[in-house]
C-alpha cells in the first residue's frame, strides 16, 4: 500500500520540519509547502517533497495537489510574532487568516477534507483559571492570537457546511530539539533559546519582564512543551480524523490544548538553563509587559484521553535538547537568513 502523503504547510519552519521527520518515522510521505519566509530550505529533512511557495498562491497550490495524492494538510504556515501583529495587524490578517482561505479552496477543489491546524494558547488571552481547558472563554489579547481564533472560526463552519474534518491544535510554548532540527527564528522571540543565547555569549543578559506577577517567584509562568512530543500529538490528531464524527460548529469540540500541563517561572527556566549550560546566565529586571497574563498552562486531558503522553517532560531534559543542537550549529555561518539555508544568527548580541 502507498504510504500516505501529508502536507506539511510551514514545513521549512521549526515545527515544521519536526514534524515531517515524525510523519517519516510513523510510515508518512510529507510534501512541504513553504514560502522560506522565515523557513530554511536545508531544515526539511531528506526523503520530505519541498514545494517553494505561498499558501495564498492559488496557482500553486492547485498543481501541488494536482501533483500529489494528499491526504491530509497540516497547516502549520504562519507568521508567529505578538508584539509585531500589535503593529501591524493587517499583515497577521492577511498571512495567518485570508491567504489559508485559498488553501482550503484548493483542498476543496482536490476533494482534500481533512484538515490539521497550528492554533495557540494565545486565543484564551488571560485566563480565569490555570491549568485552562479547550471549553475556556476565547478572548485573544493581540491580532496574532485573533487571526488563528478567526481561522478556527471559519474552519468550524467550513467542516459543518462540507463534512470536512478538523482539528485545532492550541501550542502552549514549543521548545527543544531533534538531533537535526532546532529552534532558529529570526528575531528570536522565545524564552529558551533567549535564555541560551545569553548563555552562549551572543547576548549581553536575559530579560525577566516583572517580578511582581503573583506567582511564587514573582515572574511569569508557561507551560513548554517538547517539539517532538508536540509533532506526535498530530500523530494521534490525524488519527482522530479518520474516525466518523458528527459536523458541529462549537470550536471547543474540535480544539485539543498541547502541553505538558507543568508550569515553569521565567527564573525556573533560567535555572534550569544554567544548570544545562553549566554556567551563570545574567540577568536584566524590567517592568511587565502589557498584556502578559501571569500563568498559562494547558489541560492537555482532552488529547491525553486520545492516547497522547509527552515523553520529555522534564524542563533540564528540555532545554538541554535545545542546547545541543546550538552547539552542533557551524560557527562562522552566523550570517544565515531565513531561506538561505545556513545556521542560526544572533540578533542579541
Ligand atoms: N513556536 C511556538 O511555540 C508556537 C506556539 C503556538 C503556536 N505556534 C504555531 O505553530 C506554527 C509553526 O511555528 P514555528 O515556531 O515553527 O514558526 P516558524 O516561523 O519557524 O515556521 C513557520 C513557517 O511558515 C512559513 N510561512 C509563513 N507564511 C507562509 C505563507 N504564507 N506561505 C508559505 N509558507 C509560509 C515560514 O517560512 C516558516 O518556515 C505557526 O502556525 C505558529 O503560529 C507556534
Not at 520530505?48 to 500553486?60: E, I, N, Q, R, T
Request: with cysteine.
Amino acid at each position: 500500500m502507498a504510504a500516505r502523503t501529508i502536507l506539511v504547510t510551514g514545513g521549512a519552519g521549526y515545527i515544521g520540519a519536526v514534524m515531517c521527520e515524525a510523519l517519516r518515522e510513523h510510515g508518512m510521505q510529507a510534501v512541504v509547502l513553504d514560502n522560506l519566509s522565515h523557513g530554511y530550505r536545508d531544515a526539511v529533512p531528506p526523503g520530505a517533497v519541498f514545494v517553494g511557495g505561498d499558501v495564498g498562491d492559488a496557482a500553486v497550490v492547485r498543481e501541488l495537489f494536482a501533483r500529489h495524492a494528499i491526504d491530509a494538510v497540516i497547516h502549520m504556515a504562519a507568521y508567529i510574532e505578538v508584539g509585531e501583529s500589535m503593529l501591524a495587524p493587517r499583515k497577521y490578517f492577511d498571512n495567518n487568516f485570508a491567504r489559508p482561505l485559498v488553501l482550503l479552496e484548493a483542498m476543496e477543489g482536490a476533494g482534500v477534507r481533512k484538515f490539521v491546524l497550528s492554533s495557540t494558547a494565545a486565543v484564551y488571552g488571560a485566563p480565569e483559571r490555570v491549568p485552562i481547558p479547550e471549553d475556556a472563554a476565547l478572548r485573544p489579547l493581540n491580532p496574532y492570537g485573533w487571526s488563528k481564533l478567526m481561522l478556527e472560526q471559519a474552519l468550524a463552519w467550513h467542516a459543518a457546511a462540507r463534512g470536512w474534518r478538523y482539528a485545532a491544535l492550541r501550542y502552549f510554548n514549543a521548545a527543544g530539539a531533534t538531533e537535526r532540527c532546532g529552534e532558529r527564528h529570526q528575531p528570536e522571540t522565545h524564552l529558551i533559546p533567549l535564555v541560551l543565547e545569553a548563555a552562549a555569549g551572543e547576548r549581553e543578559a536575559i530579560a525577566i519582564f516583572g517580578s511582581d506577577y503573583d506567582t511564587a517567584d514573582g515572574t511569569c509562568i508557561r507551560d513548554y512543551i517538547h517539539v517532538r512530543d508536540l509533532a506526535e500529538a498530530h500523530i494521534v490528531a490525524l488519527r482522530q480524523l479518520d474516525e466518523p464524527a458528527s459536523a458541529t460548529a462549537d470550536l471547543a469540540a474540535h480544539a485539543w490544548n498541547i502541553g505538558n500541563g507543568q508550569g515553569f517561572s521565567v527564573r525556573e527556566v533560567i535555572a534550569a538553563a544554567e544548570k544545562v549550560c553549566g554556567r551563570k546566565i545574567p540577568t536584566q529586571l524590567h517592568p511587565r509587559r502589557p498584556g502578559d497574563p501571569p500563568a498559562l498552562v494547558a489541560s492537555a486531558a482532552k488529547l491525553q484521553a486520545a492516547g497522547w503522553r509527552p515523553r520529555h517532560t522534564n524542563l533540564e531534559e528540555i532545554i538541554a535538547s535545545a542546547w545541543h543542537w546550538k552547539l552542533r550549529q557551524p560557527q562562522g555561518l552566523a550570517a544565515g537568513k531565513p531561506g538561505s539555508g545556513k545556521a542560526l544568527s544572533s540578533p542579541g548580541a
